[in-house]
């Protein structure tokens, strides 16, 4: 069976009917590359930022980051590489940044709520991605959008560091924006997210926890983190189908989407972009090549209409394996 995955390496991500994909990594710094290239993977799909800002004793300036960034883009040349804006808070704390405590952290000031309040740190982020993105294909994500408001006031700042790095003669690429999905009301109203992000990439890690209220590490609700009840995949296809409407990427970067029960039912709504730890890649490619899209289409309808957990993976069960 590895042997066969290896041999995937450089294969296409296709389905049994020739449907193509892409199968992107996540990553957390450039030491994961080699893992990432080992792997075959047609991109990166999630770069966590947090490690520039962890692990030191102060911000990272914006030549250390732009360094971090230009390294990984150009190793990859024209695949894309979505990088997340800073996701501090919550679990990840910073030793230079004093945030007050609170009862509910995951409900707290994190991710683009600290970087919209921290403009300064948010702007030196932007400039040293936006130089970065002359050296490859790269895109730029924000976390935790809950907000129509949020995204547009974070697209704002991107346009004015951008227009001031083009006012002083820096070469700049192309760059995608857009966000995660992973609080339930972006997922909701994704037909107004639609119109004003290039793609959606949905945080099933996040979302799952947010929609079910279960923390999956709190040992007496885990029962309730439940990836494939019908509540999050309903969530999800309407993610998906509300980017394709307006010609959108979809993608999805939380674990779910790497994982063999989700995959099938993914396949069959459609989602464009698949991104996950490097190791799962050249399996998920083999089991892409298994999956014939029609068939998923309907298997996808009938996971939709389901009406637990338990059934969903039974479904798949019967239908793939
Ligand atoms: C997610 O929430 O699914 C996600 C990918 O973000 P993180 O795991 O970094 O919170
Ligand atoms: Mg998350």
Request: charge should be negative; proline fraction near 3%; aromatic fraction near 8%.
């Amino acid at each position: 069976q590895r042997i066969e995955w290896r041999r995937l390496k450089f294969a296409q991500s296709l389905t049994k009917d020739g449907v193509s994909h892409l199968i992107t990594a996540n990553i957390g710094t450039p030491d994961d590359l080699q893992a990432v290239i080992d792997n075959g993977a047609d991109g990166i799909g999630l770069f966590r930022s947090e490690f520039l800002y962890m692990n030191t004793d102060d911000w990272p300036t914006e030549d250390q980051q732009f360094e971090a960034y230009r390294s990984v883009v150009a190793k990859l040349s024209d695949q894309p590489v979505v990088v997340r804006t800073m996701d501090i808070g919550g679990d990840k704390g910073l030793p230079y940044l004093q945030l007050p405590n609170e009862m509910n952290p995951f409900m707290g000031y994190r991710a683009i709520r600290i970087s919209l309040t921290r403009k300064d740190i948010f702007r030196t982020q932007l400039r040293a991605l936006i130089r970065a993105s002359a050296f490859g294909n790269l895109w730029i994500m924000f976390p935790m959008i809950a907000t129509l408001a949020e995204f547009r006031q974070a697209k704002q700042v991107y346009l004015e560091e951008r227009q001031r790095l083009i006012d002083q003669g820096t070469s700049v690429g192309q760059i995608k924006i857009g966000i995660m999905v992973e609080v339930p009301a972006a997922a909701v109203l994704a037909d107004q997210f639609a119109k004003e992000v290039d793609f959606m990439s949905i945080g099933t890690n996040d979302l799952i926890g947010y929609t079910m209220a279960a923390d999956r590490t709190n040992e007496r609700v885990s029962y309730l983190y439940q990836p494939y009840n019908p509540a999050i995949l309903r969530l999800i296809k309407q993610v998906i189908d509300a980017c394709h409407q307006e010609g959108k990427v979809a993608a999805m970067c939380g674990e779910m989407a790497g994982d063999q029960i989700a995959v099938p039912i993914l396949v069959g709504m459609g989602l464009d972009e698949f991104s996950m730890s490097a190791t799962s890649i050249l399996k998920t490619r083999a089991l892409f090549r298994r999956l014939d899209s029609t068939k998923m289409a309907e298997l996808a309808q009938k996971a939709v209409e389901a009406e637990t957990n338990d059934d969903v993976i039974r479904l798949v069960d019967e239908t793939v394996f």
